[in-house]
C-alpha cells in the first residue's frame, strides 16, 4: 500500500520506536516519527507483518509475530542509542506495552495513543466462534474527526487475527504491575474504535508512579493524524527530553 512502508530516521542518542496498530500501516505514525526526527530523536517505525499489503495476508500472522518484528526493532535502536522510548497507537499502545512488561529498564518511557488491552463490545465475545465460519467483517479505519485524512489501513478485519489480538490483551492485563517506566497516556474522549474500559484498566494496573493521562477531546481513534496530532507531537517529545539523560 502507498505510505505504508517501513520508516527509520535520524542520528541521535536518544531512540523511538514508534508502534501503528490493527490492520493499520506506518502511514499513522509518519507524521509523528518525522517529527520527532526533526527535533534530533532517532525514529524506527516498523511495519508489522501481515499489514500495509492487503488483508489476506494478515490472516496468516498472530500476535507473537507482531511481537516479534517490535522486539526487533527495539533491540536494533538499542544498538545504536543510549535511551529508548516506545510509543504506539491502539494496538501499538498494547505491543508498548508488552514491551515495557519485558523488558523493564531498558525502556526509558512509554507513550499510548488510545491503546486497547480489552473491549465492552460483546460482540467480541462472538469471535472465538464466528472466525471459524467468516473470515472477515468490515473494517474500523480512518476513525478521524479532521476531514478527508487516510490511515491507510484495511477495509476488512479478518477475525482470525483479531481473536489472535484478544489473547495477547490478557497476556498483557495478566502483567500491566510490571510496567513501571514512565509512561504518557493520550486518551480521545471521543473514540469509535475502543472504548474507555482499556484506558480504566491500564491506569488501574500499572506499577508506575509517573503517570500523566492527556485527554483529546476534538480527535478521533486514530488521533496522531487527527486534529490534536500536534499536541501528541509537542508532548511526547517535552516527555522524552525530561527523562532524557545527562
Given amino acids: 500500500m502507498v505510505g505504508a512502508e517501513a520508516y527509520h530516521g535520524g542520528q541521535g542518542r536518544v531512540g523511538v520506536l514508534l508502534i501503528h496498530g490493527f490492520t493499520g500501516s506506518p502511514k499513522s505514525m509518519r507524521g509523528w516519527a518525522e517529527y520527532?526526527?526533526?527535533?534530533?530523536?532517532r525514529v524506527a517505525v516498523p511495519r508489522l507483518p501481515g499489514h500495509g499489503t492487503t488483508w489476506h495476508e494478515l490472516v496468516l500472522t498472530e500476535w507473537p509475530d507482531w511481537y516479534g518484528c517490535v522486539e526487533h526493532e527495539l533491540r536494533r535502536l538499542q544498538q545504536d542509542c543510549?535511551?529508548?522510548?516506545?510509543?504506539?497507537?491502539?494496538?501499538?499502545?498494547?505491543l508498548a506495552l508488552l514491551l515495557a512488561e519485558r523488558h523493564g529498564a531498558e525502556i526509558a518511557g512509554v507513550v499510548i495513543v488510545n491503546a486497547v488491552v480489552t473491549?465492552?463490545?460483546?460482540?467480541?465475545?462472538?469471535v472465538p466462534v464466528l472466525r471459524r465460519v467468516l473470515p472477515s467483517l468490515a473494517g474500523i479505519s480512518n476513525d478521524?474527526?479532521?476531514?478527508g485524512t487516510d490511515e491507510g489501513s484495511y477495509a476488512r478485519t479478518p477475525l482470525q487475527p483479531f481473536y489472535s489480538m484478544t489473547k495477547m490483551w490478557r497476556?498483557?492485563?495478566d502483567h500491566l504491575d510490571r510496567v513501571d517506566q514512565p509512561l504518557l497516556i493520550f486518551r480521545s474522549v471521543v473514540d469509535h474504535?475502543?472504548?474507555p474500559s482499556?484506558?480504566?484498566a491500564i491506569l488501574a494496573a500499572v506499577g508506575s508512579s509517573d503517570v500523566h493521562e492527556h485527554l483529546l477531546h476534538r480527535s478521533y481513534h486514530v488521533a496522531t493524524m487527527d486534529y490534536e496530532s500536534d499536541?501528541?507531537?509537542?508532548?511526547?517529545?517535552?516527555?522524552?527530553r525530561r527523562l532524557e539523560k545527562d
Fill in 82 to 94: 543510549d535511551q529508548v522510548f516506545v510509543c504506539g497507537l491502539s494496538m501499538g499502545g498494547s
Fill in 231 to 240: 499536541d501528541i507531537f509537542a508532548g511526547s517529545a517535552a516527555f522524552f
Fill in 36 to 41: 520527532l526526527e526533526a527535533e534530533g530523536f
Fill in 193 to 195: 474504535v475502543v472504548d
Fill in 119 to 126: 473491549t465492552n463490545d460483546k460482540r467480541a465475545l462472538a
Fill in 198 to 200: 482499556s484506558g480504566q
Fill in 171 to 173: 497476556e498483557i492485563r
Fill in 144 to 147: 478521524i474527526a479532521k476531514p
